[in-house]
């Protein structure tokens, strides 16, 4: 606010109307920051949105050109070259050294005397783009490039660009990049840029890694990180610059989403730490889709699978995979009279998350059976993944599963639970969300594109194609749910990982000219967990 106060304070003053047009342009900038039109974002969510935007095909080069850009331009707006004085960019060897290389060479071409001092020799940038951009600039005459680490450059500096960290700080600053932040700091310059983030500074936290550079103006890129607000004092100015993101990156889930989410196996790990899944389903009517759901839990992931299933097809669910741990209860159904045993199983087995709903039939004594069931484990605070037969024993006037539990409705299923049609667009997506917020839960509605609210997040997902409309796909993707609510935690997260996941696999099928059924996508589950990225722009392109 006292930012803020002062340039109105300036705009009273006798300026030029071209200052004027900038104090304006300032003043609506902050105003936003401060009515909250920027949204905070997590360096995590950053990194997510890139990869997203480069499964696009949109490469990093081009964001790193326009947040360049971006940064050259606040400095323009500010000084023009003769008050400058000299320029010089600091610049660091990752993506945020691009950056201020990508400025000076923009504020070259405006005429301003620009000079770069590297933290680190050329053959240290590990940052592709950052190289691309390096080699660019040395071969041009009027950048002078230093010798890295150069402190003495920095005297007598009018304006200096902090490019060295970024978002990418770890741990308190070492030389050679504390040594250069520390004598930045001392240096009276006529104004100190951070690009992104002020080195030093948590950009998610705003905690300061033993020393922060102190910038007048930072110049932070597509959306507002939250440490910058907690630590104005060393952020100065905040101006949240559009380098160009397509809001597809945003909305829908990518391969940044996996990449960023999904965890590596730990070199620790032992069977059951990644997962214990316990699929509650089947009938003497159905048995393939209780397996196809532990079978595909397994390919994405998890570690055991348990069928908890009626005695009666025991055997024939246990003859589709030796993977597969079976667990009977009397009967050919569920019932109310299995429900002491299925609450002793999951006693025993412990099971990270509990699947309800493949195969389970709908006889009205096992609809009854459920609803008992989902309110116990309400109540013991279990993972829930309901789906199938399950959800038609859901009570949308009374249920309520305290953020737990993740329903993976078609749209008669949820017309079925709620008496609500899905339209298509964001009138939709509210439908959805309104209804999350009811249950407390998280839905994954499939659709054409698929949308996953918690009521209070929103994605869409588009991924997937008509051959998957058969039966036994819904089941695998109820599987790959909760592996993924085992391994991250975040039923949001999970769903809307899921959904991207089952919906890649049945068009990596597709366009490999493969038959698109349950059983073949989950055999190339795996592949696209691990390679999301370079299967994403193959299958698409």
């Given amino acids: 606010m006292m930012i803020l106060t002062a340039i109105m304070d300036k705009m009273t003053e006798e300026v030029s109307a071209e200052d004027k047009i900038y104090y304006f342009f300032s003043i609506q900038n902050i105003y936003s920051i401060i009515k909250g039109d920027y949204m905070a974002i997590t360096v995590k969510d950053m990194r997510i949105i890139e990869l997203n935007t480069v499964s696009l095909g949109i490469p990093l080069i081009r964001l790193m050109e326009a947040a360049g850009k971006s940064v050259a331009e606040a400095i323009i707006s500010r000084l023009k070259p003769g008050e400058a004085g000299r320029i010089v960019v600091l610049v ?15 504020l070259d071409s405006f005429g301003y005397n ?9 053959e240290l940038i590990n940052h592709p783009d950052t190289l691309e951009n390096y080699s660019i600039v040395k071969r041009l005459t ?17 304006v200096i660009i902090d490019g060295l960290l970024g978002t990418g700080v770890k741990g308190e600053l070492r030389d050679p990049i504390k040594s250069i932040v520390e004598k930045a700091n001392k240096v009276n310059a006529k104004l100190k840029v951070a690009i992104d983030t002020p080195t030093g500074l948590n950009p998610d936290t705003g905690d300061i890694h033993g020393i922060a550079f102190k910038a007048d103006i930072t ?34 889930v990518g391969p940044g989403d996996i990449v960023y989410n999904v965890p590596d196996r730990p070199k620790d790990a032992h069977k059951g730490s990644s997962g214990r899944i316990l699929v509650i389903g089947g009938s003497n009517k159905y048995t393939g889709a209780p397996a196809l759901a532990g079978l595909a839990a397994l390919a994405a992931g998890s570690d055991l699978a348990f069928i908890a299933c009626p005695e009666s097809i025991r055997d024939i669910i246990a003859g589709y995979s030796p993977e597969l741990i079976t667990i ?18 999951i006693e025993e087995y412990r099971p990270h998350v509990i699947i309800v709903g493949p195969g389970l039939g709908r006889r009205p004594e096992t609809l009854e059976a459920v609803r008992r069931l989902l309110d116990k484990l309400v109540e013991e605070n279990k993972r829930i993944v309901i789906d199938a037969d399950a959800l038609k024993a859901i009570d949308y006037d009374r249920m309520k599963f305290k953020g737990k539990a993740v329903l993976t409705p078609h749209r008669g299923e949820f017309k079925s639970i709620t008496g609500k049609t899905v339209e ?26 698929d949308i996953i609210s918690d009521g209070e997040r929103l994605k869409y997902n588009r991924t997937g194609n ?18 993924m609510y085992a391994l991250i935690g975040d039923p949001f997260v999970s ?32 592949k696209v967990i691990k390679d999301p990225l370079n299967i994403h722009i193959n299958t698409y392109t």
């Fill in 92 to 106: 660091g060897r990752g993506g945020n050294g691009g950056d201020g290389i990508v400025a000076a060479r923009y």
């Fill in 114 to 122: 620009v000079e770069i001092l590297p933290a680190y020799r050329e």
């Fill in 142 to 158: 009027t950048i002078k490039i230093h010798r890295p680490g150069r402190l003495d450059v920095l005297d007598g500096a009018g």
């Fill in 219 to 252: 110049v932070t890129f597509h959306d507002l990180k939250p440490g910058l607000l907690k630590r104005k004092d060393i952020a100065g100015e905040i101006i949240v610059a559009d380098i160009g993101v397509p809001r597809d990156a945003t909305i829908y």
């Fill in 328 to 345: 009977p209860y009397p009967g050919k159904y569920l019932s109310i009279e299995s429900l002491d045993h299925i609450l002793k199983t």
């Fill in 424 to 449: 298509q667009g964001q009138e939709g997506a509210e439908t959805v969300a309104e209804a999350a917020r009811r249950l407390e839960a998280t839905i994954l509605l499939k659709a054409p594109i």
């Fill in 466 to 483: 008509p051959y998957m409309a058969i039966g036994g796909t819904g089941d695998v993707l109820t599987g790959i749910v909760a592996s």
């Fill in 495 to 526: 769903a809307s990982i899921a959904a991207y996941i089952n919906g890649l696999a049945g068009d990596y099928l597709l366009k490999n000219g493969e038959k698109v059924s349950p059983t073949n996508i989950i055999k190339v589950i795996d």
